[in-house]
Protein backbone atom coordinates (compact mmCIF):
# COMPACT_ATOMS: atom_id res chain seq x y z
CA UNK A 1 0.00 0.00 0.00
CA UNK A 2 1.22 3.44 -0.42
CA UNK A 3 0.13 6.96 1.04
CA UNK A 4 1.07 10.11 -0.90
CA UNK A 5 0.82 13.43 0.88
CA UNK A 6 0.89 16.65 -1.65
CA UNK A 7 1.98 19.94 -0.46
CA UNK A 8 3.26 23.25 -2.06
CA UNK A 9 0.64 24.86 -3.28
CA UNK A 10 -0.38 28.66 -2.93
CA UNK A 11 -1.95 31.49 -4.36
CA UNK A 12 0.44 32.83 -7.42
CA UNK A 13 0.10 35.73 -9.67
CA UNK A 14 0.33 34.82 -13.26
CA UNK A 15 3.13 34.33 -14.91
CA UNK A 16 4.75 32.75 -11.44
CA UNK A 17 5.80 29.67 -10.28
CA UNK A 18 5.40 26.93 -7.45
CA UNK A 19 6.86 23.53 -7.18
CA UNK A 20 4.70 20.83 -5.67
CA UNK A 21 6.11 17.82 -3.98
CA UNK A 22 4.43 14.57 -3.25
CA UNK A 23 6.10 12.55 -0.39
CA UNK A 24 5.18 8.72 -1.01
CA UNK A 25 5.47 5.94 1.87
CA UNK A 26 5.42 2.35 1.01
CA UNK A 27 8.06 0.70 -1.09
CA UNK A 28 5.75 0.10 -4.32
CA UNK A 29 6.73 3.86 -5.00
CA UNK A 30 10.44 3.02 -6.13
CA UNK A 31 8.38 0.55 -8.99
CA UNK A 32 5.55 2.44 -10.08
CA UNK A 33 5.47 5.34 -12.92
CA UNK A 34 4.13 8.40 -11.00
CA UNK A 35 2.21 10.91 -12.15
CA UNK A 36 0.73 14.19 -11.57
CA UNK A 37 -3.20 15.00 -11.57
CA UNK A 38 -5.09 18.00 -11.56
CA UNK A 39 -8.90 18.63 -10.72
CA UNK A 40 -10.48 22.36 -11.51
CA UNK A 41 -13.74 22.94 -10.47
CA UNK A 42 -16.62 21.60 -12.21
CA UNK A 43 -13.93 19.50 -14.55
CA UNK A 44 -12.85 16.14 -14.52
CA UNK A 45 -9.72 15.17 -12.97
CA UNK A 46 -6.85 14.62 -15.90
CA UNK A 47 -3.57 13.50 -15.75
CA UNK A 48 -1.19 16.85 -16.86
CA UNK A 49 2.44 14.82 -16.04
CA UNK A 50 3.79 11.14 -15.88
CA UNK A 51 7.21 10.43 -15.32
CA UNK A 52 8.19 6.30 -16.39
CA UNK A 53 9.68 4.56 -13.43
CA UNK A 54 13.12 3.43 -14.08
CA UNK A 55 13.60 5.79 -16.56
CA UNK A 56 13.44 9.66 -17.07
CA UNK A 57 10.97 9.58 -19.43
CA UNK A 58 8.58 11.99 -18.97
CA UNK A 59 5.11 12.88 -20.41
CA UNK A 60 3.09 15.78 -20.15
CA UNK A 61 -0.93 17.12 -21.72
CA UNK A 62 -0.36 19.74 -24.49
CA UNK A 63 -1.62 22.94 -22.47
CA UNK A 64 1.55 22.29 -20.01
CA UNK A 65 4.28 21.33 -22.18
CA UNK A 66 6.94 23.80 -22.30
CA UNK A 67 5.90 25.04 -18.86
CA UNK A 68 5.83 22.54 -16.32
CA UNK A 69 8.60 19.99 -15.26
CA UNK A 70 7.93 16.16 -13.28
CA UNK A 71 11.30 14.82 -12.13
CA UNK A 72 11.21 12.51 -8.77
CA UNK A 73 14.02 11.25 -6.29
CA UNK A 74 13.89 7.75 -5.08
CA UNK A 75 15.95 8.42 -2.52
CA UNK A 76 13.48 10.36 -1.14
CA UNK A 77 10.21 8.64 -2.05
CA UNK A 78 9.23 11.89 -3.28
CA UNK A 79 7.99 13.24 -6.60
CA UNK A 80 7.97 16.76 -7.77
CA UNK A 81 5.65 19.05 -10.11
CA UNK A 82 8.11 22.31 -11.29
CA UNK A 83 5.48 24.76 -12.44
CA UNK A 84 6.46 28.04 -14.58
CA UNK A 85 4.71 30.87 -16.32
CA UNK A 86 1.09 29.89 -14.57
CA UNK A 87 -1.72 30.99 -15.93
CA UNK A 88 -5.05 31.04 -14.76
CA UNK A 89 -6.42 28.07 -16.43
CA UNK A 90 -3.60 25.86 -14.47
CA UNK A 91 -5.50 26.80 -10.92
CA UNK A 92 -6.59 22.98 -9.48
CA UNK A 93 -6.34 20.71 -7.06
CA UNK A 94 -3.13 18.68 -7.81
CA UNK A 95 -2.73 15.40 -6.53
CA UNK A 96 -0.05 12.97 -6.99
CA UNK A 97 -0.88 9.07 -7.99
CA UNK A 98 0.72 6.45 -9.83
CA UNK A 99 0.29 6.19 -13.34
CA UNK A 100 -2.39 4.65 -13.90
CA UNK A 101 -3.87 5.97 -10.28
CA UNK A 102 -4.00 3.25 -7.48
CA UNK A 103 -7.24 3.76 -6.44
CA UNK A 104 -6.91 3.47 -2.28
CA UNK A 105 -3.80 5.98 -2.95
CA UNK A 106 -5.50 9.56 -3.68
CA UNK A 107 -4.37 11.77 -1.49
CA UNK A 108 -5.73 15.54 -0.26
CA UNK A 109 -3.90 17.19 -2.70
CA UNK A 110 -3.01 20.81 -2.81
CA UNK A 111 -4.68 23.85 -4.18
CA UNK A 112 -2.80 26.13 -7.01
CA UNK A 113 -5.11 29.49 -7.18
CA UNK A 114 -3.40 31.65 -10.40
CA UNK A 115 -4.62 35.17 -9.80
CA UNK A 116 -3.92 38.82 -9.51
Known amino acids: QVQLVESGGGLVQPGGSLRLSCAASGSIFRIISMGWYRQAPGKQRELVAS????????NYVDSVKGRFTISRDNAKNTVYLQMNSLKSEDTAVYYC?????????WGKGTLVTVSS
Open 51 to 58: IITGSSTT
Open 97 to 105: NGDPPLASA
